[in-house]
C-alpha cells in the first residue's frame, strides 16, 4: 500500500459526460501528479500541482482540467468525454526534499466511456 | 514523439535466470531514472533509480546499469523469481516545482517460468 488512495476504483460512462476524479496523497506529500495509462499511449504525463499551485503539464487534452485543494487532496476532472478516454488514471504523491523525491502511486481509476 | 525507448516488449526467463530491460533517451536535462514495476490491477510501484553520475547501482537481486555518453541505461533481474512476473517501466525526469515530471517508457512485460 502506497498511502495514496483514489475514488472511484471504477467508473462507468457515456460519451459527453463529465466524471470527476479524486486522490489523497500521502500524508505529507505536497506535490500530486496525474497520469493516464492506456494500451496505445502507454503511461502519460498529464499534470502536476505543488502545495495547491500548478506546476507542470503534460500530454493534458483541454477537455481536463485539475486541482488540488488546501488540504492537499487532488481532483481531476474530465468532460465531454470520448471513447478514447477510456483508460486507468493514476495519481501519484512526492515529497520534494533537496532536488530529491520519489513518486508514489496510487491503485488508480479505470474509466469506461461507453 | 517518443523520448524513452524501452526493450523487449516481453520477455520470458527460467526461474533463476537473468532478465535484462534495456531503455535509451535522447533528452540530455533527465537527471533521475527511475525503473517502475507493475502488478495487474495496481500502480505502478518505485523498483530502484539511478542519478547520472552513477554507472551502477544494485540492491538487492536489481541492478540499473547507466551510460551517460550512450544515453543508455538497463535494469538487470539477477536469480529471478516466479514472483518478479510484472510489467517494468523505465523512466527518466527532469525537476519541475517540487517535483519531478516522469516520462516513460513503453514497458516490458516480464515472465518468469518454472
Known amino acids: 500500500d502506497s498511502g495514496v488512495t483514489q475514488t472511484p476504483k471504477h467508473l462507468i460512462t457515456a460519451t459527453g459526460q463529465r466524471v470527476t476524479l479524486r486522490c489523497s496523497p500521502r500524508?505529507?506529500?505536497?506535490?500530486v501528479y496525474w497520469y493516464q495509462q492506456s494500451l496505445d499511449q502507454g503511461l502519460q504525463f498529464l499534470i502536476q500541482?505543488?502545495?495547491?499551485?500548478?506546476?507542470a503539464k503534460g500530454n493534458i487534452l483541454e477537455r481536463f482540467s485539475a486541482q488540488q485543494f488546501p488540504d492537499l487532496h487532488s481532483e481531476l476532472n474530465l468532460s465531454s468525454l470520448e471513447l478514447g478516454d477510456s483508460a486507468l488514471y493514476f495519481c501519484?504523491?512526492?515529497?520534494?526534499?533537496?532536488?530529491?523525491?520519489?513518486?508514489?502511486f496510487g491503485p488508480g481509476t479505470r474509466l469506461l466511456v461507453l | 514523439q517518443q523520448q524513452v525507448k524501452q526493450s523487449p516488449q516481453s520477455l520470458i526467463v527460467q526461474k533463476g535466470g537473468i532478465s535484462i530491460i534495456n531503455c535509451a533517451y535522447e533528452n540530455t536535462a533527465f537527471d533521475y531514472f527511475p525503473w517502475y514495476q507493475q502488478f495487474p490491477g495496481k500502480g505502478p510501484a518505485l523498483l530502484i533509480a539511478?542519478?547520472?553520475?552513477?554507472s551502477e547501482k544494485k540492491e538487492g537481486r536489481f541492478t540499473i546499469s547507466f551510460n551517460k555518453s550512450a544515453k543508455q541505461f538497463s535494469l538487470h533481474i539477477m536469480d529471478s523469481q516466479p514472483g518478479d512476473s510484472a510489467t517494468y517501466f523505465c523512466?527518466?525526469?527532469?525537476?519541475?516545482?517540487?517535483?519531478?515530471?516522469?516520462?516513460f517508457g513503453t514497458g516490458t512485460q516480464l515472465k518468469v517460468e518454472l
Open positions: 539511478i542519478r547520472p553520475d552513477v
Open positions: 523512466a527518466a525526469s527532469v525537476v519541475t516545482g517540487g517535483g519531478n515530471k516522469l516520462t
Open positions: 501519484a504523491s512526492s515529497v520534494w526534499d533537496r532536488g530529491q523525491g520519489t513518486q508514489y
Open positions: 500524508s505529507g506529500d505536497l506535490s
Open positions: 500541482y505543488y502545495n495547491g499551485e500548478e506546476r
